[in-house]
């Protein structure tokens, strides 16, 4: 398996522990996974994530949505040998951490859009307090 993706799904924390075993995986997309009705489930995307993704070396591409993220950690994809396209989007990080990250990864092409004004109103958003 050379590319994967899973948002809106039941994915845990636990649950990206087993990406790690997919070594030929060259393109990643995670978004964060649904709410469960009435309930407000801790993220299955933020910071925690990275140590995880950190561990798969073959990773040339990836994609993050909806998440709970720091530029500080994100930082630490430099560590990614390969990696040479990160897409941020619907994640509540700011520009300024944006342009520090470009600064800390020379080498990564960095896509990024920020949360627009539709995006803060949308009911899954504001359930994960993005």
């Known amino acids: 398996l ?9 994915q845990t924390q636990a649950g990206h522990e087993h990406l790690v075993a997919l070594t030929n995986l060259t393109s990643l ?6 709410p469960a009705w ?5 993220p299955s995307l933020d910071d925690a994530t990275i140590s995880t ?13 909806e998440a709970r993220l720091t530029g500080k950690t ?19 990080i700011s520009a300024a951490e944006i342009e520090a990250l470009r ?17 803060r109103t949308n009911t899954l958003v504001k359930k994960l307090a993005l």
């Open 2 to 10: 050379r590319e994967f993706s899973t948002w809106h799904t039941a």
């Open 29 to 34: 997309k995670l978004g964060q996974r649904l």
């Open 38 to 42: 009435g309930q407000k489930p801790p």
């Open 53 to 65: 993704l950190l561990r798969m070396t073959s990773l040339e591409t990836l994609e993050l949505m």
């Open 74 to 92: 994100l930082a630490r994809l430099q560590e990614l040998p390969r990696l040479a396209k990160l897409t941020i989007q619907t994640t509540d």
């Open 103 to 119: 600064v800390a990864l020379p080498r990564v092409t960095i896509v990024y859009r920020p949360l627009s004004e539709e995006d």
